[in-house]
């Protein structure tokens, strides 16, 4: 972690990167083209922000770009993916690929059944995160699992969190989706479960704390799949069983180290700025 990270207390570009041509930040939210309820429900709450965001068609077939494959999902997943499953995934990476070839430097990237603190966010659009070294920034958490106080970021904690989240609102920039869109061509689970493993492809979950975006799960149906088609087993061939255990074990191995490795970092460089201000 660099020092302006470590001393990111405020909305304050530190200055050290150079100057770009490129525009800042686009909020793009990922919604179903025909779903004029949905829409109209986000665009209701969202009444009021001077942030510029705008709606992006969700997919509904899977991207050439992309490698499915069943035995892979068996092994990483052990179950396919449910069609909105698979678009969902599409219209994450579809996003990164938009980023690229766009003039953005990043991506504030949503999704339609989202409370979103828009105060917070038309902020945090005037930051750019590679000042501070981030290239990902989490604003949702869907579920808890082991973090860390990284430091203070826009009057806020930075947590980093070293286990599945969940979660699918997020800030990239564009060097970070230069850098690892090779990384999600292949797919071996949802979107936001890949992003969650850092301890494979090592881009840091980073969070901000308390979250500016929250899930209406309880209010607005998935259009991905009911719970019981999500978390249903799927009868997997006795060979791919022992290759998915084998797996499962070396993802767990992996992670621990990842955890030891994050926890030593910051013992040996512990953050630098005021937890208030």
Known sequence: MNAALQNATMFDPPGSAPPSSKRLTAI?????????????????????????????????????????????????????????ERGNYTSHFTLWQ???????????????????????????????????????????????????????????????FMGYTHGTCYVVTRALAKMHLEHFRVIRGNFDNMLDRSWVHGIPNYCVYPLPVLELGYKVASRIGNGTERFAAETIPFGLKVRRAINTRKMALARSAYIAQQHVLQSVRPPQGPKTF
């Not at 106080?149 to 904690?157: I, K, Q, S």
């Open 98 to 160: 938009e980023l690229l070839a766009s003039d953005y430097e990043q991506y504030i990237v949503l999704e339609d059944d989202v409370y979103v603190e828009w105060p917070y966010l038309e902020r945090l659009a005037n930051v750019r995160l590679s000042d501070y070294g981030i290239g990902y920034l989490n604003l949702i958490v869907k579920r808890l699992s082991h973090f860390r106080e990284v430091g203070n970021f826009g009057e806020r904690y930075l947590v980093q």
């Open 28 to 84: 793009r939210v990922i919604s179903m083209a025909g779903d004029a309820e949905r829409r109209q429900q986000f665009a209701s709450r969202a009444a009021g922000t001077s942030a510029p965001w705008s709606f992006f068609d969700a997919c509904t077939q899977l991207s050439p770009d992309l490698t499915y494959d069943r035995e892979t999902l068996l092994i990483h997943k052990g179950r396919e993916l449910l069609p909105g």
